[in-house]
């Protein structure tokens, strides 16, 4: 098993532009979040799913979209990049909300 | 806002010396979890212990929970150079789904 996928691993953008932070996972997990980690502010979370077609929002979910159309998949978007987005980005899987988490390694993004 | 909170933020400490660590929290929980993240990776869960429990073992990890001082302590007995990492505490409330991240300590041991 793979685990948690995440793709790209860098990426720098110009502010204004878009694009979608890829994660998938392979281990049939209901709930999937998305998490941004900054210096001195440990992880804080964007959004989260509890299942297909079912999200929600977190501590910080301005200026970010999620969908989740499928068990496996569960994309981020930024609309319109500006620099206070710049951070590395996780997502997580979870079986059940009260379970272990299981993470990937990040994108790491930069935006100008 | 962080729920948990470890203390200290930094450590730095001798091979085969042990290493504590704190996460304190505000309000009442279902769970906590302790989290390791290596330096350019993503999290790894070490230790969940439930709001029953009072202590838990893995190897050399060993983890108290205090629910009426609403602490947890994690500590690594002889820990070693690949012990370095960042350590988080995690707290899930009741009602929540997703847990709840603290800022980290910064576990630093030398060879």
């Known amino acids: 098993n793979a685990g948690v996928t995440q793709t790209p691993k860098f990426q720098v953008l110009k502010t204004g532009q878009s694009m979608t932070l890829q994660c998938a996972q392979d281990m049939n997990h209901e709930y999937m979040s998305w998490y941004r980690q900054d210096p001195g502010m440990g992880l804080r979370l964007i959004h989260y799913?509890?299942?297909?077609?079912?999200?929600d929002q977190g501590e910080v979910p301005n200026g970010y979209n999620v969908s989740r159309s499928t068990t496996e998949d569960f994309p981020l978007r930024l609309l319109s990049a500006a620099p206070s987005q710049t951070s590395v980005y996780f997502c997580a899987s979870s079986e059940q909300g009260n379970q272990p988490q299981h993470f990937g390694d990040g994108t790491r993004l930069s935006i100008l | 806002s962080q729920q948990g909170e470890e203390d200290p933020q930094a450590l730095s400490i001798q091979e085969g010396e042990n290493a504590t660590m704190n996460c304190s929290y505000k309000?009442?929980?279902?769970?906590l979890q302790w989290y390791r993240q290596n330096s350019g990776r993503g999290l790894v869960h070490l230790i969940l212990?439930?709001?029953?429990?009072r202590e838990k073992h893995s190897g050399r990890l060993r983890v108290t929970l205090d629910t009426s001082k609403k602490s947890s302590s994690l500590l690594i007995t002889a820990s070693r150079a690949a012990d370095t990492a960042s350590y988080f505490c995690a707290t899930l409330s009741g009602g929540s789904y997703i847990p709840t991240f603290g800022r980290g300590t910064s576990l630093i041991v030398h060879p």
């Open positions: 309000t009442s929980i279902n769970n």
């Open positions: 799913s509890v299942g297909a077609g079912i999200t």
């Open positions: 212990i439930r709001s029953n429990e």
